[in-house]
């Protein structure tokens, strides 16, 4: 690819070639005629849009909206996950060898043609349901109108001056399907025409120099504090990147101005959740605390936070503890006890305990935090009662029906757990029963 | 009282090469699998999922880990990229033809 064949319309970095937008608006439309329109009777109303491809993924996503069917969003791609959103449920599939063979064709067909504006899609049409995990061990699915999602794009592009940017490529190292991705890399190119997204979800740091170097500059990195940890332990010859826009977990001041300095950008990050996505931003080597975006408005009550989106007036509440600044900054202090955030997964202490309890063979269980350190990911523990089975044998069992980041490390087999009188489990209780754990598996090697 | 089945459970002589024991020791100190012990790891054991039960943000710190110590870096379009990885004894085999440290 080289920088001379992109335009102000062009959309997409797509293997060997920059796709412009009356190509996009063939593909969306031969997507439309040739998967979605092929049921004669009983259309499927959701789609479940596995792409891995951010271009397939694009396409597929807007065929849907114009076909007034509704994208599900996969929290994860285990078998459990699929089955449970393809069960009793009116979805029809899309992956990347579904639609491949139409995003790959370079001729326009001139047949059903729709130029492309977001006044298409109607601002109340639920377009997206993504998920995260409830205390309960099922499930909470979170919809979003296409008016949400072009308002939350609309305060990002703001406050981050895209204006002031022409041309803009996005490479993004997180998929369309998280919350993060699914704003930066496939909302906000279809909000803003003309900014350029690059197919790719490039994962080691050589992957994403080399997707910045496909696309010409200035090139924004979508990212995480993981990627960023790695793009900065060995020499890479780092370019054209305007800004980097980080979330998923917080960075450290000392990570992002070596990320600054090295990466030769400014990094900036985005505070948000899969109910609402983007909430507030910083760039922390200049501010430390995190700026609210003007759609919203904050509280603290009895230590909850809660997010009230000022034009609807609907009340969100927030997994993190956090404290309210005078100057209407704000600070994160910590998580929801319950909850916990690895990998950009959000997951609940008590439905990984219920999972385990769950599990053939096991009679008791917890699962608790270990004390977390800045970036790196959060910890947790297991322990586990289960006569005749061992550690091995659970966890085995365990990777077949969680997702693997939060499997707990270390997972001990135990013959009891540490209850009070009351019935509880401390977690300062569960810490020292741990460490009184390895030692004794350490004097006994 | 706890007790580790672990160690009745799979108990086996270590059949582990010394680039083999090396990464293994790497990986249970780095990327938090202090419930593991070497002994109980096979080379062929997959270190994904199943097996080690590693996850994509430990396949990143792996990453690092060998490019700190062994000055190779990674790319995820490597056609072997899969294999690499598959298990302890592929890893090896990889880290050997492209250590640059």
């Known amino acids: 690819m080289n920088s001379a064949q992109i335009s102000q319309k062009s959309i997409a970095w797509y293997i060997d070639h920059v796709i412009d937008q009356s190509l996009f608006e063939s593909h969306v439309a031969q997507t439309r005629i040739n998967l979605l329109q092929v049921h004669a009777t009983k259309r499927p109303t959701r789609v479940l849009n596995l792409c891995e491809n951010r271009y397939h993924f694009l396409v597929a996503f807007t065929a849907s909206m114009l076909e007034g069917r509704m994208t599900m969003l996969p929290a994860n791609r285990s078998e459990g996950e699929i089955t449970r959103l393809t069960n009793n449920q009116n979805v029809q599939l899309i992956n990347d060898s579904l639609i491949k063979g139409i995003c790959q064709t370079v001729e326009v067909s001139s047949s059903e043609l729709v130029k492309w504006n977001i006044g298409l899609v109607p601002t109340d049409m639920i377009v997206a349901e993504l998920y995260t995990s409830g205390s309960t061990g099922l499930p909470i699915a979170h919809q979003k109108t296409w008016g949400q999602l072009v308002s939350g794009v609309q305060q990002v592009y703001k406050r981050f001056h895209f204006e002031r940017i022409a041309r803009l490529s996005i490479v993004a190292t997180v998929p369309p399907q998280h919350m993060f991705g699914f704003e930066m890399s496939i909302i906000l190119p279809l909000v803003y025409y003309g900014i350029c997204i690059h197919h790719d979800q490039p994962f080691y740091p050589l992957d994403i120099q080399r997707a910045i170097n496909e696309v010409s500059a200035p090139c924004i990195l979508v990212t995480t504090p993981t990627h960023l940890k790695a793009c900065i332990t060995q020499e890479y010859n780092w370019k054209n990147i305007e800004q980097i826009i980080s979330a998923t977990s917080p960075l450290s001041e000392e990570l992002a101005s070596q990320v600054e300095s090295i990466m030769r950008t400014k990094a900036k990050e985005i505070y948000g959740c899969s109910e609402v996505g983007a909430i507030a931003t910083r760039r922390v080597t200049k501010k430390t605390t995190w700026s609210l975006l003007h759609d919203f408005s904050l509280s603290v009550i009895n230590e909850d936070a809660w997010l009230n989106t000022v034009a609807t007036n609907k009340k969100t509440s927030l997994p993190d503890k956090l404290e309210i600044l005078s100057d209407g900054t704000f600070r994160l202090i910590g998580r929801a006890t319950d909850m916990v955030k690895i990998g950009g997964k959000r997951g609940s202490l008590a439905e990984l305990t219920a999972h385990i309890k769950s599990l053939e063979g096991v009679e008791d269980a917890v699962v608790f935090k270990l004390d977390y350190q800045a970036n790196q990911r959060e910890r947790l523990a297991a322990l586990v009662i289960a006569p005749g089975f061992s550690s091995r044998q659970v966890r085995d069992a365990l990777t077949k029906i969680i997702d693997s980041v939060f499997l707990p490390r270390p997972l001990y087999t135990v013959e009891d757990l540490p209850y009070t009188s009351s019935g509880k489990l401390p977690i300062a209780d569960l810490l020292t029963y741990l460490k009184d754990h390895k030692k004794e598996a350490e004097t006994s090697c | ?101």
């Open chain 2, 1 to 101: 009282m706890i007790v580790n089945l672990r160690r009745s459970f799979n108990i086996k002589m270590s059949n582990l090469t010394d680039l083999e024991s090396e990464l293994g020791e790497l990986l249970i100190t780095n990327l938090n699998l202090e419930d593991i012990k070497l002994e109980d790891i096979d080379s062929e054991v997959a270190l994904f999922n199943e097996g080690l039960g590693l996850d994509s943000i430990d396949a990143l710190e792996l990453g690092m880990l060998l490019s700190t110590k062994y000055g190779i870096k990674l790319q995820s379009d490597d056609p072997d990229f899969a294999r690499i990885f598959s298990s302890l004894r592929t890893l090896a085999v990889y880290v050997e033809s492209n250590r640059t440290s």
